[in-house]
């Protein structure tokens, strides 16, 4: 089993930053991609980043230029710098890891509240 434990979220006002962060444990023998996604209320879960290697990310137009997703593969650690808030990014931001363990495995963050208000 793969277990996921999100940190980071919280109440900033807009223009101001925030790191969220999210570490993966368990049987884990290869992670293939890592990334964020975030679900305000009223509306459909939506990808927010993804990261396959340093060189290979993608991000939500809304997002680019603002966000940055990076990882850290000896920690089994994903995570994501917000600049630049806006009211609009206020929304539960979910990690999802995918990998390898002895059979192919989809894990899920239990999410973290961003809320981005003055």
């Known amino acids: 089993q793969v277990q996921l434990v999100e940190s980071g979220g919280g109440l900033v006002q807009p223009g101001g930053s925030l790191r969220l962060s999210c570490a993966a444990s368990g049987t884990i023998r290869t992670i293939y991609a890592m990334g964020w996604y975030r679900q305000a209320p009223g509306k459909q879960r939506e990808l927010v980043a993804r990261?396959?290697?340093?060189?290979?990310?993608n991000y939500a137009d809304s997002v680019k230029g603002r966000f940055l997703i990076s990882r850290d593969n000896a920690k089994n650690t994903v995570y994501l710098q917000m600049n630049s808030l806006k009211p609009e990014d206020t929304a539960v931001y979910y990690c999802n890891v995918r990998g390898w363990n002895g059979g192919a495995f989809d894990a899920w963050g239990q999410g973290t509240l961003v809320t981005v208000s003055s």
């Open positions: 990261i396959i290697t340093s060189s290979s990310t």
